[in-house]
């Protein structure tokens, strides 16, 4: 592909991220709202966000083997199509059923998006992927602290979710302009498929990944599902004080995943991402220990969390090279199925055990997700 061409897949690439999280960082804002406006409780609400999960597993079920057969920029239209679809519901939820509708549909529209990038990335980046990939899901991190400035302030200020929601339509149109004019590298697969998708599911490696997926999903989950939640029912803040420390997490966030490529280049993939989770774990910890107090500190783990699933997605491309997309694509879909089942149990401690108590979710994930990815070094060091 000529640079002109690369520089506007690029650009396509951090925008589709970019909006993807201001959808998405809206959700710890206008869960309070959901709760209220729909009569629910927090079991209930987990049960609508699992939903979306269930979109992403149809979505990241899909998106590989739609990747192969009918190429990337296919995939690309087609997530643009549904979480275009998903978001102009959104203003529209009347009832428990289109909240449920446009949660499922933007997970599956999400995650075709994601599994599609993720695989692409490597291709336009060999020498330096961990940079190109923690600088695309930067913009994620960009648009997390982006909706968070934003969203409080106008809640605030009187403007309803319904409205909100709106607005984010527009940029989700023009993602659908976008993806259809850009143009992306054809992949070549020279194994054979049928032979080489037996092997992976033969394959422990894979599991162990399917393990690291779903815990820095259930962490990372925990932390921007509630922890908004977390400080107006423990502490009684109000939703511009609350936006202003979940605000701090995603500015963090975002810087993290901008330093977090050349960070990672330097230190190595696996013990960089190692480091990353332990830090995350014992920030997160010491802000519980520590209640209103320590609520900097829960901020301050953004900086860690926020390169722990593009570093996940950037090994798993290197130990599965050959069949990349379809790799990620299994490895996301069981993932999710598990953090279904754990974030469920999560949206149900937080009704029985308390807010506070099942916050300490959070750090526990990531330790496990630490202990998985010791195992997963040990056994590609041999290899």
Not at 123 to 151: A, K
Not at 264 to 287: D, E, Q, R, W
Request: hydrophobic share 55%.
């Amino acid at each position: 592909m000529k640079p002109n061409k690369n520089i506007f897949l690029i650009f396509t690439l951090f925008y589709i991220y970019f909006i993807i999280a201001l959808f998405e960082s809206s959700r710890g804002n206008f869960v309070p709202f959901f709760l209220e406006e729909f009569r629910i409780n927090n079991a209930q609400m987990s049960l609508v966000l699992t939903f979306n999960t269930i979109g992403a597993i149809i979505g990241s079920f899909f998106a590989g083997h739609l990747c192969e057969k009918y190429g990337h920029k296919f995939v690309f239209f087609l997530g643009a199509l549904i979480s275009t679809g998903a978001v102009l519901i959104a203003p529209f939820a009347s009832n428990i059923f289109l909240l449920v509708l446009f949660n499922f549909l933007f997970g599956a529209g999400r995650q075709l998006w994601a599994v599609s990038i993720d695989s692409v990335i490597p291709v336009l980046s060999v020498g330096f992927e961990s940079i190109l990939m923690n600088l695309t899901h930067f913009m994620y991190g960009l648009g997390s602290l982006t909706g968070q400035s934003l969203y409080g302030s106008l809640l605030e200020y009187g403007l309803h979710w319904r409205k909100i929601y709106l607005y984010l339509g527009v940029f989700f149109v023009a993602s659908a302009v976008l993806t259809l004019l850009v143009k992306v590298p054809g992949i070549t697969i020279s194994v054979n498929r049928e032979e080489k998708r037996r092997e992976l599911f033969k394959n422990p490696l894979v599991y162990l990944f399917v393990g690291a997926v779903t815990f820095s999903f259930l962490g990372e989950a925990v932390i921007y599902t509630w922890f908004i939640s977390y400080m107006r029912i423990s502490y009684g803040f109000n939703p511009a004080l609350a936006a202003k420390y979940a605000g701090v997490y995603y500015l963090l966030f975002a810087l993290g995943r901008l330093a977090g490529g050349f960070i990672l280049n330097k230190t190595g993939n696996v013990k960089g991402l190692k480091l990353y989770l332990l830090s995350g774990a014992f920030c997160i910890l010491t802000g519980l220990l520590l209640r209103d107090k320590g609520l900097m500190i829960i901020a301050g783990s953004g900086f860690f969390v926020s390169v722990v699933f593009p570093t996940l997605m950037v090994v798993t491309n290197a130990v599965f090279k050959e069949s990349a997309s379809f790799a990620i694509g299994m490895i996301t879909t069981l993932g999710n199925i598990l953090f279904v089942v754990f974030f469920n149990i999560t949206g149900v401690l937080n009704d029985l055990a308390g807010t506070y108590a099942a916050f300490f979710i959070a750090p526990a994930s990531f330790i496990i997700c630490y202990g998985i990815m010791a195992m997963i070094d040990k056994r590609t060091a041999k290899s």
